[in-house]
């Protein structure tokens, strides 16, 4: 076998591959006789057709379908010879037979770009640190009261306790008069998100009353100059929004019968919104974590990996989104294009993670399946057994090993949540 490497330009190279017949004859030899075990020709009993026969019957086709497996098998061995450290999948271009019943073989493939790893310990993150106030948990109580609360029917609305269905039927610019259809909408007038100016309406309104609501929009909201809605508004239906007392049977149904008292339900809620903090911390950390490995470490990046991702984005994005019909209308491809820089992002960090678990060995080592093992309550031959029939779980416990690692070595910073706040949610 003779092999012959092309550069391409940056990290892509192309393997050239020439093999003499008598290389490739053993492979379809197998081939014929895999060919001869199903075979029934007339004349014959299956699986007993003479070789001879199916050669010069079907000699040229079986030959041509063995030679895919043949440059595939072919280019796994000249990669490992020629020291190539393979990323993404080689792509076949060339495949012809030569004069002498060989065969020439051209691969294209991209290569793991060389990444020299900036120090650890030159990597600086900052922990928000924060605790879990009575405000806090006063908040939580408020909205599980809300999540069971009960709707009463009323005729009047006079404070924010209560849940609306109005009617909007557009207004005819010219006649100022509303026109014929409209849609309903339940709206909660203690709800943050709702417009200010729509709850100042309602408020002290009854059930079949009417007002004029104008919604104003500047002109970079889904128009290319300033403009406004003009609705005429109907209160369908008025419902008063009666919050549950914070009783012993109340927060007995509440936990199942495991507490019994606000005093209870409360520590229960502190440690909680603690675990839930420490979840959004260290999920915080690993993103920023990402974002600056990403940033400090410079290196080509193979083309084809940058847009196998970004398909993978796009068929996510449009499978987790079936019913936005507008988003299903985007051209395939200009939603690609949109993924492009995320996915590069993505990639990026992919082969920094990858260089890092190689260069440190990082590996989910006996000693910490066992402690996963007593983690999850089973031994560690079932761990094991589970992980080889879950690649995705084995790759997200050495994630997790790698982050873990990580975090070690990197300087951890920790600082006041409410004094970062606003640069925090500046990041969001």
């Not at 936990?255 to 903090?277: A, I």
């Not at 920790?414 to 925090?424: S, V």
Request: proline fraction near 4%.
């Amino acid at each position: 076998m003779q092999t012959t490497i092309h550069d391409r330009g940056g990290l892509r190279r192309a393997v050239e591959i020439v093999l003499s017949y008598s290389e490739l004859a053993p492979y379809f030899e197998r081939a014929y006789a895999e060919v001869q075990k199903d075979l029934q020709l007339e004349g014959f009993r299956k699986g007993k057709v003479p070789i001879e026969i199916i050669k010069a019957r079907y000699g040229a086709h079986i030959e041509q379908e063995a030679l895919g497996d043949i440059a595939s098998e072919a280019f796994r061995t000249a990669a490992q010879e020629h020291a190539l450290d393979v990323v993404g999948t080689p792509v076949l271009v060339e495949l012809e037979r030569t004069a002498d019943r060989g065969a020439r073989v051209v691969v294209e493939c991209d290569i793991m770009p060389d990444i020299t790893l900036v120090p650890y310990e030159q990597i600086e993150l900052v922990k928000p640190i924060r605790s879990i106030t009575e405000a806090d948990i006063d908040e939580e109580l408020e909205n599980i009261r809300l999540r069971n609360a009960e709707l009463v029917p009323a005729e009047q609305i006079t404070d924010l306790m209560y849940v609306v269905k109005l009617k909007f039927a557009p207004v005819d610019p010219e006649t100022n008069a509303p026109l014929v259809g409209g849609k309903e909408q339940d709206f909660f007038l203690d709800d943050d998100h709702m417009d200010p100016q729509l709850r100042e309406e309602l408020l002290n309104l009854r059930k079949g009353d009417t007002f004029v609501y104008r919604t104003r929009h500047t002109s970079d909201e889904h128009r290319t100059h300033a403009h406004e809605h003009i609705y005429h508004v109907t209160v369908v239906d008025v419902q008063r929004v009666v919050l549950p007392e914070l009783t012993e049977e109340f927060i007995a149904s509440l936990t199942n019968g495991r507490l019994s008292t606000e005093e209870q339900l409360r520590s229960e809620l502190r440690r909680v919104l603690e675990q839930e903090w420490e979840k959004q911390v260290n999920s915080y950390l690993r993103e920023r974590l990402v974002d600056t490995m990403v940033e400090l470490h410079e290196f080509d990046v193979p083309e084809s990996l940058i847009r196998t991702m970004a398909e993978e984005f796009a068929t996510d994005t449009l499978e987790r989104n079936k019913e936005d019909k507008r988003l299903q209308q985007i051209p395939r491809q200009q939603l690609v294009e949109y993924f492009l820089p995320q996915a590069e992002s993505a990639v990026r960090w992919q082969l920094i993670a990858d260089t890092i678990l190689r260069q440190e060995d990082i590996r989910l080592t006996e000693e910490r399946l066992a402690a996963l093992a007593e983690r999850y309550g089973v031994d560690t031959v079932q761990l094991k057994m589970v992980l080889e029939q879950k690649p995705s779980l084995r790759n997200r416990l050495l994630t997790d090993a790698l982050f873990d690692f990580l975090f070690a070595r990197v300087r951890i910073v920790e600082r006041p949540y409410e004094e970062i706040k606003a640069e925090l949610e500046g990041e969001g």
